[in-house]
Nanobody, 112 residues
């Protein structure tokens, strides 16, 4: 069982930056692929970025060059650095561990 606790969301102006954090409580953090998803109102949840156990990363085309995912296995943390934010990045952002564990989500609102 893994519990995920996200933090770092908030309100920011377009062009600004935010860093999301996700703390994993439980076992097998090092072995799991970690990911950030987001869901905007009226839209399906979509993958934003993922990072595998050995550090391989994957990004949605819409965030490439602006967002960076990273992890600290000793602290059981995963981060999402978001730069050059746009209004269309507004969504609830969720942390995911492996294939089945989700956090409660953190709201990111970008004002234009």
């Amino acid at each position: 069982q893994v519990q995920l606790v996200e933090s770092g969301g908030g309100l920011v102006q377009a062009g600004g930056s935010l860093r999301l954090s996700c703390l994993a409580i439980g076992n097998y953090f090092r072995a799991n692929t970690m990911a950030w998803y987001r869901q905007a109102p009226g839209k399906q949840r979509e993958l934003v970025a993922s990072i595998a156990a050995f550090g391989n990363t994957n990004y949605a085309d819409s965030v490439k060059g602006r967002f960076t995912i990273s992890r600290d296995n000793d602290k059981k943390m995963v981060y999402l650095q978001m730069n050059s934010l746009k209004a269309e990045d507004t969504a609830i952002y969720y942390c995911k561990s492996g294939s089945q564990f989700w956090g409660q989500g953190t709201q990111v609102t970008v004002s234009s």
